[in-house]
């Protein structure tokens, strides 16, 4: 059994949704994120950057309880533990592997700080266009990505996708992005929509 401490947010839906697609057992843990539970000395255990998602993988490596932070790197311990949401071919594992660094570092903080000057009234204009600007760059890549494979690594789901798809997923609202300027972007997204493993994984933090 693995615990997901999680909320319901782009992040959030990460590890469910990878943990569906796999189909192995786990457990939420809502953590209360405006109560600040994230930054509490217990959690600080599992996450010392006091964010989610976290997880607490009850038969870790070496036998017994196992604690993992960080999406990306939860991400590729369950891949790499189930042996599932990673092409079996080297290239595609390490394209796989860039695509969701690609995330962790770019989209996720990048949309994150275009929502935050979106939703401020007391704005620095300059700040709303930085943001936006280069949110809407990182999907203009991976639109030329997406034109030539069915998924970001290639022709089955990865972990790549499972990063991207709660922050593709809120897009217009968190980041102002236009997704009718990037029709393979949408086609995915509809795609990833369309997956029971998704859908589930999403509901499980609602
Ligand atoms: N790089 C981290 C980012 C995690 C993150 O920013 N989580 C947000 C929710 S989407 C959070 O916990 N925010 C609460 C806080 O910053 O205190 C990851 O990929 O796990």
Redesign the pocket.
């Given at each position: 059994m693995i615990d997901v401490y999680t909320?319901d947010?782009?992040?959030?839906v990460k590890i469910p949704i990878a943990l569906e697609e796999i189909g192995a057992p786990y457990k939420i843990i809502r953590v209360n994120?405006s109560a600040q539970e994230?930054?509490r000395e217990e959690f600080l255990k599992l996450n010392p950057?006091?964010?989610?998602?976290a997880i607490v993988d009850h038969d870790g490596p070496l036998g017994g309880p196992f604690a993992v932070?960080?999406?990306?790197a939860i991400l590729l311990y369950l891949a790499e533990k189930f042996g599932a949401l990673l092409p079996a071919d080297p290239r595609g594992r390490v394209n796989a592997i860039a695509w969701t660094f690609f995330q962790?570092s770019g989209v996720?903080p990048m949309f994150?700080q275009a929502r935050f000057w979106r939703r401020r009234a007391e704005v620095n204009p300059a700040a709303i266009e930085r943001y936006e600007q280069e949110s809407a760059r990182l999907i203009t890549v991976l639109e030329r990505q997406l034109r030539d494979t069915a998924y970001l690594a290639g022709e089955t789901v990865s972990i790549a996708d499972v990063a991207h798809f709660g922050w593709i997923d809120v897009a217009e609202v968190y980041a102002g992005v236009d997704l009718s300027t990037a029709p393979s972007v949408a086609r995915w997204r509809e795609a990833l929509r369309a997956r029971s493993a998704f859908q589930r994984g999403v509901a499980a933090v609602r």
């Open positions: 909320a947010t782009p992040n959030g994120l994230q930054k950057n006091g964010r989610i998602p932070f960080e999406s990306g962790v996720g994150g």
